[in-house]
């Protein structure tokens, strides 16, 4: 979902953050990558996933095999079937599921969320609403949660005509279920709709860090970064403990203001356990690039132990004018790490500084130009032909 809208930062949090991964959990991560044009951390991703892949592939089979096998009495039980669906749905396997829940003569409201919950697994979230549509049952917090996600991945027209009279329309009963409503809350600030969402955390009694974190992410994505500060202060009077997705919120916020004294008050705040993680040492990098504190970025930089892609904050230096900064940090990265992200980064750097030649012999040496490298490299030369002729003229 946080792949879908660009998210990436959010998705690796997230991903980051799960204890027990598996090949969906992966899939899923890998497929964002590609989706967001960064194939090479697919690549990197896919190599950690090797040797589960092997596990996961011997699971795949004595499951599928298990449910071949099943003695007819147990093809008319709920729970086994709900089960059989969710596992199939786990190894990709859409149809098998589909075919096991048509199956099932009197689905319930569990059975129809297992279907539903492996849509969205398998970014399907338009048959999760086909499905939802089609049930006539008593819904339950599973189910709520469920459709408010579906209708957060999607954030079309019919999603937002589906989540807003779903939300609408809910129990009294719902809306006090911290679950519910974060997701509810989620869901209404990818509609855009910050105040709507504000008007659903209000309705929380014992709100707690998740609920604060969709509420601060929300704000970063409609453009009102400075809440987030806000709902900090709310934080600190209610005594919740941040935790790392929390403070890369909110170092993500400074990146978007650009204060240094605001930056550098948040970072005072951030314990030194959690500084020290990658993601959020990534994120001050970026925060400091673009507030323009070039060395105190290049500082986090040297600190990080392992240098990979996102921490090579070429685009940091660009930003403020550094094409020759920009140009040596960039030929410090092993040739493997360099991504269509990389080269186009440092080819603008080389154009926010003038450095026309420098940004041909790079352009030369890349030895897959995507149509977004070549396009950059276009503009870049007709920028410079075009000040070339200025130039002249007035001279």
């Given at each position: 979902?946080?792949?879908?809208?660009?998210?990436?930062?959010?998705?690796?949090?997230?991903?980051?953050?799960?204890?027990?991964?598996?090949?969906?959990?992966?899939?899923?991560?890998?497929?964002?990558?590609?989706?967001?044009?960064?194939s090479e951390r697919a690549l990197d991703l896919f190599e950690q996933i090797h040797l589960n892949q092997l596990a996961n592939d011997r699971a795949m089979k004595i499951g599928k095999k298990l449910l071949h096998e099943m003695h007819d009495n147990y093809r008319n039980d709920n729970?086994?079937?709900?089960?059989?669906?969710?596992?199939?749905?786990?190894?990709?396997?859409?149809?098998?599921?589909?075919?096991?829940?048509?199956?099932?003569?009197?689905?319930?409201?569990?059975?129809?969320?297992?279907?539903?919950?492996?849509?969205?697994?398998?970014?399907?979230?338009?048959?999760?609403?086909?499905?939802?549509?089609?049930?006539?049952?008593?819904?339950?917090?599973?189910?709520?949660?469920?459709?408010?996600?579906?209708?957060?991945?999607?954030?079309?027209?019919?999603?937002?005509?589906?989540?807003?009279?779903?939300?609408?329309?809910?129990?009294?009963?719902?809306?006090?279920?911290?679950?519910?409503?974060?997701?509810?809350?989620?869901?209404?600030?990818?509609f855009g709709e910050a105040e709507s969402a504000e008007r659903v955390i209000k309705l929380m009694r014992n709100k707690d860090v998740i609920t604060y974190g969709a509420l601060m992410n929300g704000y970063n994505m409609n453009g009102e970064p400075w809440k987030c500060f806000e709902?900090?202060?709310?934080?600190?009077?209610?005594?919740?403990?941040?935790?790392?997705?929390?403070?890369?919120?909110?170092?993500?916020?400074?990146?978007?203001?650009?204060?240094?004294?605001?930056?550098?008050?948040?970072?005072?705040?951030?314990?030194?356990?959690?500084?020290?993680?990658?993601?959020?040492?990534?994120?001050?990098?970026?925060?400091?690039?673009?507030?323009?504190?070039?060395?105190?970025?290049?500082?986090?930089?040297?600190?990080?132990?392992?240098?990979?892609?996102?921490?090579?904050?070429?685009?940091?230096?660009?930003?403020?004018?550094?094409?020759?900064?920009?140009?040596?940090?960039?030929?410090?990265?092993?040739?493997?790490?360099?991504?269509?992200?990389?080269?186009?980064?440092?080819?603008?750097?080389?154009?926010?500084?003038?450095?026309?030649?420098?940004?041909?012999?790079?352009?030369?040496?890349?030895?897959?130009?995507?149509?977004?490298?070549?396009?950059?490299?276009?503009?870049?030369?007709?920028?410079?032909?075009?000040?070339?002729?200025?130039?002249?003229?007035?001279?």
């Amino acid at each position: 979902m946080l792949m879908k809208f660009g998210d990436v930062q959010g998705a690796e949090c997230v991903f980051h953050s799960i204890k027990k991964k598996d090949i969906i959990t992966y899939g899923a991560m890998m497929r964002g990558y590609i989706g967001n044009e960064m194939s090479e951390r697919a690549l990197d991703l896919f190599e950690q996933i090797h040797l589960n892949q092997l596990a996961n592939d011997r699971a795949m089979k004595i499951g599928k095999k298990l449910l071949h096998e099943m003695h007819d009495n147990y093809r008319n039980d709920n729970v086994v079937l709900t089960s059989a669906i969710h596992m199939l749905m786990r190894f990709g396997d859409i149809q098998s599921a589909e075919r096991v829940f048509h199956s099932i003569k009197e689905k319930n409201i569990i059975t129809y969320g297992a279907m539903m919950k492996g849509y969205i697994e398998n970014e399907m979230s338009e048959k999760t609403l086909d499905l939802f549509e089609q049930i006539h049952l008593k819904l339950d917090t599973v189910t709520y949660t469920i459709v408010f996600n579906a209708c957060s991945q999607l954030a079309n027209d019919r999603a937002k005509k589906i989540g807003k009279k779903l939300f609408d329309e809910m129990p009294d009963n719902y809306r006090n279920d911290n679950v519910v409503l974060t997701s509810a809350t989620h869901m209404l600030m990818k509609f855009g709709e910050a105040e709507s969402a504000e008007r659903v955390i209000k309705l929380m009694r014992n709100k707690d860090v998740i609920t604060y974190g969709a509420l601060m992410n929300g704000y970063n994505m409609n453009g009102e970064p400075w809440k987030c500060f806000e709902v900090w202060e709310e934080m600190k009077q209610r005594d919740i403990v941040l935790n790392e997705i929390i403070w890369t919120i909110l170092i993500g916020a400074c990146s978007k203001i650009g204060m240094i004294r605001q930056s550098q008050y948040i970072l005072h705040q951030v314990p030194l356990h959690i500084q020290n993680q990658k993601q959020v040492q990534n994120s001050v990098i970026h925060m400091w690039g673009k507030c323009g504190s070039v060395e105190k970025a290049r500082n986090v930089y040297e600190s990080v132990d392992d240098r990979d892609t996102l921490v090579f904050e070429v685009n940091g230096f660009g930003l403020n004018g550094m094409g020759s900064e920009a140009i040596k940090l960039y030929r410090e990265m092993p040739n493997n790490l360099r991504n269509e992200v990389t080269h186009i980064c440092v080819l603008n750097a080389c154009s926010h500084s003038g450095f026309l030649h420098e940004a041909q012999n790079i352009y030369n040496v890349i030895s897959f130009k995507t149509e977004k490298i070549v396009t950059v490299m276009v503009c870049l030369s007709i920028l410079f032909i075009i000040l070339a002729m200025i130039i002249l003229y007035y001279t």
